[in-house]
Structures are given as C-alpha cells and as structure tokens.
Antibody
Framework: QVQLQQSGAELAKPGSSVKISCKAS????????ISWIKQTTGQGLEYIGY????????NYNEKFKGKATLTVDKSSSTAFMQLSSLTPDDSAVYYC????????WGQGVMVTVSS | DIQMTQSPPVLSASVGDRVTLSCKAS??????LDWYQQKHGEAPKLLIY???NLQTGIPSRFSGSGSGTDYTLTISSLQPEDVATYYC????????FGGGTKLELK
C-alpha cells in the first residue's frame, strides 16, 4: 500500500538546523511531486513548497525561501526538508504529502525549537 | 498573496443536519480550490478537488460549489464521524489554506 513514512520528532536549539525525511513506498516515487506543509496551532496550515521528485526542481512559498530546502534521493525514494536558522516560530508539525487527487500524506513530524 | 477566510470558525450542528461551510478568497481563484478534512491527531484528507469534484472514497453527502471568490462545502446529512476541522486550500496563485472551520456535534 502507498505510504509516506516520516522521520521522528526533533528537539533542536535556536540557530541550529534539522533535516526531516519522507520515505515513499507502494508507488512509483517519481510519478508525483512531494509537497511540504507546516501546521501550528496559531497559524494553521501553511504550504512550504514542493519538489519535483523526477528532476529535483523546487518551488517555494516566498515565506519559506531561505528557511526550507527541499531535496530528493530517487535511489531510496526519499524526500528531505532541511530547516535552517531555527527559531521558536519554527516549532510545528511538518507534513510531507503527495497532494492532489493522489492525496497521500505522511504522519507528520513534530519539531520543537527550544534552548 | 491570496488570503482565504473561512466562516464560521466553529460550527455546532446535530446529526442529520445540513451543514454549510464557507470559504472566501481575497481575489478570484478561478475554482482552483480544494477542501480538506482533518480529524484530531491525523493528517488532512482530501474531500473535494477543483471546487466540486468528489475525491474517490468520500461519501456523497459531501459536495462543493462556488466560483470567483466564494466557495462552499456542504454536508447534506451530518454524521458523527464528520466531526473534524475543515480547510479550504487555493492553488490558483501561490498556495494558501484557510484558517479552518471546526465542526462539532450539538
């Protein structure tokens, strides 16, 4: 069955970086883009950007340019998102998803930024 | 940036009620709008795509409509399992989610 399996929860210090993974299985990885979405209690759902899993091309929400870097490893069917220069405002649950009619989502990763 | 405003923020309704959730865009989004349902502790799930197309496996009591800046999700007969938060999402220009409508049972 189709699955997007995300890595585990992260506790990070302000100013550091984290890299979250999203491993796909059960379908041809390069057939669907992977999107990343941030969810907080205060700001709700925010779209970060997507990566073309075939070409590696990316497209970011302006708000997240410089904050998020999306990459992909086709050999392992895994997408990654690195978040840099972390602040407490980056504390959130982050989802990867193959959005649209295909509609599969990871289980979400909680990132907590605290000193 | 396109802003998406959902109303009401919280809606209490009874089983069997017809429920209407609204989503208003700050500019014309040309029907490029999806609706998602998110239950507590779960990832969002696509209900309706491109304004009025029912996603596979979603019960027919869910329907969507709208055009221009105004869009609606309707549940024809509310069921207990419909308790969730509902989000609209536009992808006409950039990508924006609405703030959500939390649907509760009365």
């Amino acid at each position: 069955q189709v699955q997007l399996q995300q890595s585990g929860a992260e506790l990070a210090k302000p100013g550091s970086s984290v890299k979250i993974s999203c491993k796909a299985s059960g379908y041809t990885f390069t057939s669907y883009y992977i999107s990343w979405i941030k969810q907080t209690t205060g700001q709700g759902l925010e779209y970060i950007g997507y990566i073309n899993t075939g070409s590696g091309g990316t497209n970011y929400n302006e708000k997240f340019k410089g904050k998020a870097t999306l990459t992909v490893d086709k050999s392992s069917s895994t997408a990654f998102m690195q978040l840099s220069s972390l602040t407490p405002d980056d504390s959130a649950v982050y989802y990867c998803a193959a959005m649209g009619i295909f509609d599969y989502w990871g289980q979400g990763v909680m990132v907590t930024v605290s000193s | 940036d396109i802003q998406m405003t959902q109303s009401p923020p919280v809606l209490s309704a009874s089983v069997g009620d017809r429920v209407t959730l609204s989503c208003k865009a700050s500019q014309n989004i040309n029907k490029n709008l999806d609706w998602y349902q998110q239950k507590h502790g779960e990832a969002p799930k696509l209900l309706i795509y491109y304004t009025n197309n029912l996603q596979t496996g979603i019960p027919s009591r869910f329907s969507g409509s709208g055009s221009g800046t105004d869009y609606t999700l309707t549940i024809s007969s509310l069921q207990p399992e419909d308790v969730a938060t509902y989000y609209c999402y536009q992808y006409n220009s950039g990508w924006t989610f609405g703030g959500g409508t939390k649907l509760e049972l009365k």
